[in-house]
């Protein structure tokens, strides 16, 4: 927004219940992806999936491997901190976080808290892009592949129709599958953030500081 180039964010998780873990977080930016794969202890290849998902990156994909949940916060956690600029970025995702809810952050605070993590997105700026998508003649579609696709419409990498196949994905090993679905939904979050940056007024972007006031 204005001067801030958006960093998009998307998680995936094994299912919507109390048991439920993070698989995937992923972050888009204007050079390319970071993929954070929970593999819950099973084999991975990082090289191996780079390489599989380099022709669908904007410009260059990187796989990062965790053994379970945990792991994968202590790696998102560094990465925010390392490569996330306050004063160049702001962070954004599609119903991430909203004024009534959303999924993405609400998910990632409660399982910081389980794992005894600090959170990792202190002092950066939000906006999640499902706050001014009615800005735009949706036809009333909300979900993201649809409103992607009637304001975009570019070919997408995703091999799901949605997004519980993600969950089968993850039980089945099927780590490339699991990685393209997370690729295709933060690359379509990003260019649907710049259009927004492009056409919907400033105010719009309902934009909030995530640094939690007693950090």
């Known amino acids: 927004m204005g001067s801030l180039d958006p960093i998009a964010f998307d998680i995936e ?31 991975a290849n990082s090289g191996k999936l780079e390489n599989a998902l380099q022709p669908d990156s904007i410009g260059n994909v990187e796989v990062l491997l965790a053994d379970d949940e945990e792991a994968l916060l202590g790696i998102l956690h560094r990465i925010a901190h390392d490569r996330l600029d306050d004063d160049k970025h702001y ?42 998508i009615d800005r735009f003649d949706t036809n009333n579609e909300k979900g993201l592949v649809e409103v992607y696709d009637g304001l975009i419409g570019k ?47 400033r105010s719009d972007f309902q934009m909030k500081n995530l640094n939690p006031p007693n950090k």
């Open 13 to 43: 998780t094994s299912g919507l219940d109390d048991s439920a873990v993070l698989t995937v977080a992923g972050l888009a930016h204007s050079l390319g992806e970071v993929l954070i794969l929970n593999t819950d202890g099973r084999t």
């Open 91 to 132: 962070l954004t995702a599609y119903n991430g976080e909203v004024w009534n809810g959303g999924f993405d952050l609400p998910f990632v605070r409660t399982a910081c808290i389980k794992h005894s993590i600090d959170w990792p997105f202190p002092e950066i700026a939000y906006a999640d892009v499902f706050s001014f």
């Open 155 to 201: 070919e997408s990498c995703d091999p799901f129709i949605d997004s519980g196949a993600a969950v089968e994905a993850f039980k089945t090993e099927d780590w490339e599958s699991l990685l393209l679905h997370n690729l295709s939904d933060i690359q379509r979050t990003r260019e649907l953030a710049i259009l927004g940056g492009k056409y919907v007024p």
